[in-house]
């Protein structure tokens, strides 16, 4: 634990002069109690000294220590939810997903990982669903509901080509609308589209951002389930720098097996091998980490883990808050005893 204002802290050692102060006005009352000559007032003053008595002083010291911490601003790290967490799920849809060396197949395989993935990740993070062959569509905005998403991944459409990259882009798009990502910009080679207006152009320009280290943004992270190579659009190392440099973690997949399916028609092979080294560098580059999936079990355990990794993020938190709303409770609490007991306020 650290604090932002440690001077405050010398304060501390001022608290001891309050319980001396304490023990003093007991020693004076105590002393005036003698002066009368009523029996019963004496006792009563005797049967105060049980430790109902010194509860309620014993509280405020207390409660004015906490405050004292809470003006230092405490500063530590803790585990907590993230406050707005959305997971993009980009998984790849090309023909290569059909093969069976993961049954039934790769992608049902995938689809019924993904189902259960969902249902066990914690139910106020958004998820949103991306798929990718030769080209990448949103198949689902970041959404909470997890019927939907279902739903997107049971309608999924296998297609030809595998443009990881895409994917990785139309995903940071997604997650920050704000920053105008073109993907058909880029993918064009940064060119200006034709046939748009000079308004339209300057609508969908990239805007300017501060590049972050990788790994640091915590409101999001990427999945990225891929059982081949990039075959076209662009470049899957280029879309994984810029995912680092927005700070967005990659959780990449690899299903299937390196060698692809045993007997593939001549000229396909080596489209169905898995380009394990692409997708541990993408995974490198932006804090995440690869997952080798080569069977339906595999992939499940893979999601699995993958929920419990994305639910909760360690931050530096300032405690300042929690301290001084525990410190006046504590405050309030000795006041009540007092008034219960005693009717007065220590």
Do not use: C
Not at 50 to 76: D, T
Not at 96 to 122: H, I
Not at 321 to 344: E, H, K, N, P, T
């Amino acid at each position: 634990m650290s604090f932002l204002w440690p001077q405050y802290l010398w304060l501390l050692p001022a608290l001891v002069l309050l319980p001396l102060a304490y023990a003093w006005l007991l020693r004076r009352r105590s002393k005036a109690a003698l002066r009368y000559s009523s029996l019963g007032i004496v006792r009563a003053a005797a049967a105060g000294r049980n430790w109902r008595r010194h509860l309620p002083p014993a509280l405020l010291l207390l409660a004015f220590a906490g405050m004292l911490l809470a003006a230092a601003r405490p500063v530590s790290r803790v585990p907590l939810p993230w406050a707005r967490s959305t997971i993009m799920l980009a998984m790849d849809v090309s023909l290569s997903m059909r093969v069976s060396d993961v049954k039934p197949s790769r992608l049902e395989a995938a689809q019924e990982a993904a189902k259960l993935f969902l249902r066990e990740l914690p139910k106020d993070i958004e998820v949103g669903l991306v798929t990718f062959a030769a080209s990448s569509q949103v198949a689902q905005r970041a959404t909470l509901d997890r019927e939907v998403l279902a739903a997107g991944i049971d309608a999924f459409q296998m297609q030809m080509g595998t443009a990881v990259g895409n994917a990785i882009v139309l995903s940071l798009a997604e997650l920050f609308p704000e920053q105008g990502i073109d993907l058909a910009d880029l993918s064009s080679g940064g060119g200006k589209p034709q046939g748009r207006s000079l308004d339209a152009q300057a609508k969908k320009a990239p805007r300017e951002f501060t590049p972050v280290a990788p790994g640091s943004y915590n409101s999001a992270a990427i999945i990225l389930l891929s059982d081949g190579r990039r075959t076209t659009g662009v470049d899957t190392l280029e879309a994984a720098r810029m995912a680092a440099e927005r700070g967005v973690r990659i959780y990449a997949v690899g299903l299937g097996t390196a060698e692809g399916e045993v007997g593939t028609p001549e000229g396909m092979a080596i489209y169905l091998k898995l380009d394990e080294v692409t997708l541990r560098e993408v995974a490198r580059m932006t804090g995440g980490e690869y997952f080798h999936a080569a069977t339906a079990e595999m992939l499940s355990s893979v999601y699995g883990n993958l929920g419990t990794r994305v639910q909760v993020v360690t931050r530096e938190t300032e405690l300042a808050g929690v301290l001084a709303l525990a410190s006046a409770v504590i405050a309030i609490v000795a006041a009540l005893l007092s008034m219960i007991w005693f009717r007065r306020i220590t």
